[in-house]
């Protein structure tokens, strides 16, 4: 796939004309408008990738194993060091989707590994600077490579250096805990959202940033108010039920399933419970995941007949901020 960058570039060579460009970037949004229900996002460009990324693993765990009974700090700046190292080949010359994953993951956690072995500190105050440190280098490597889980990682840092002060001001209190997270999911949501809105039709990288945002939002959003709720008793099971149903209303009309995803534990939980109040027979988990497998299957068949039906009752300017609909 090629990149906005890689198109201007050409303009700039003189290989293209502008007015290719924008004649290509028209042909292209006319192809995948029948696919844009469809929820794509880069993750392999061939078989290689996965290739490319166990033989990284291979390089990379070693690396650290032998560097760590010499020294801790340094097997995981090694560590580091050696993803980004990496990145300059497969990623940025390579462009290659599932090892820029990978390799931006490992960074990340090498930086957040090292600054925790060179911090003195409490746990949340180490935890709070190593998440600053992600903050940085995740930056850092964004300006450098453009993954787009990047900035899904940077935006997960920055929430757990606020979790980090919220647990050091309020070590015992789990509802403000949860208070924030939620406040912090919800904020997630609405960034997800901005990028969502900048490709509709979704053919461009900012789509797979939005995915990895939601990606990210969802159990953010989702664990606070599904932990709040004790599926103990038949009517919380029906209260859990109700708000898995209204997630995967919000997850119909932006078009993103993994917010049904991130709930389906919580669900298939209550409603177990649910079947086993009311006295059925047999093994009632087992029972639940069918119909709730049954029930997701069935939803992907229709789903865009269903996401058409759903997104024509909204207003029309709202409609304009979400993806396409397909009949």
Request: net charge neutral; proline share 2%.
């Amino acid at each position: 796939m090629y990149s906005d960058e890689d198109l201007a570039a050409a303009v700039k060579a003189g290989v293209l004309r502008e007015s290719d460009v924008s004649d290509f970037r028209d042909f292209m949004h006319s192809t995948y408008q029948g696919v844009a229900d469809e929820e794509r996002f880069k993750l392999l460009n061939s078989f290689n990738d996965i290739f490319v990324v166990l033989a990284c693993g291979l390089v990379l765990f070693p690396l650290l194993w032998l560097f760590e009974d010499i020294n801790l700090s340094l097997a995981y700046a090694i560590f580091a060091g050696g993803s980004w190292l990496l990145a300059e080949f497969f990623v940025r010359k390579k462009k290659m989707a599932l090892p820029g994953i990978a390799l931006m993951i490992s960074f990340a956690g090498g930086i957040f590994a090292l600054v925790q072995t060179l911090t003195v500190a409490d746990n949340e105050t180490s935890a709070g600077l190593a998440f600053l440190a992600v903050v940085l280098a995740a930056y850092c490597h964004w300006r450098r490579f453009k993954v787009p889980i990047t900035v899904a990682a940077i935006t997960a840092a920055i929430v757990g250096v606020l979790a980090s002060i919220v647990l050091q001001l309020f070590p015992n209190v789990e509802t403000v805990f949860l208070a924030v997270v939620f406040i912090s999911g919800v904020i997630v949501f609405a960034f997800a959202m901005s990028w969502d809105k900048q490709d509709t039709q979704r053919v461009s990288y900012k789509t797979d940033v939005a995915f990895w945002l939601h990606v990210l939002a969802a159990p953010l959003i989702v664990h606070p108010v599904f932990s709040g709720l004790d599926a103990d008793g038949g009517q919380q099971s029906i209260v859990i039920i109700l708000l898995y149903l209204v997630l995967t209303l919000v997850s119909i009309v932006i078009d993103r399933r993994v917010f049904m995803v991130s709930a389906l534990g919580y669900v298939v939980y209550a409603l177990s419970l649910l079947l086993t109040q009311y006295g059925t027979i047999g093994n009632q988990l087992g029972w639940t995941a069918v119909i709730v497998g049954l029930s997701l299957l069935l939803m992907s068949a229709y789903w865009q007949k269903i996401r058409i039906k759903c997104v024509s009752l909204l207003p029309k300017r709202v409609r304009q901020y979400l993806p396409v609909t397909v009949e």
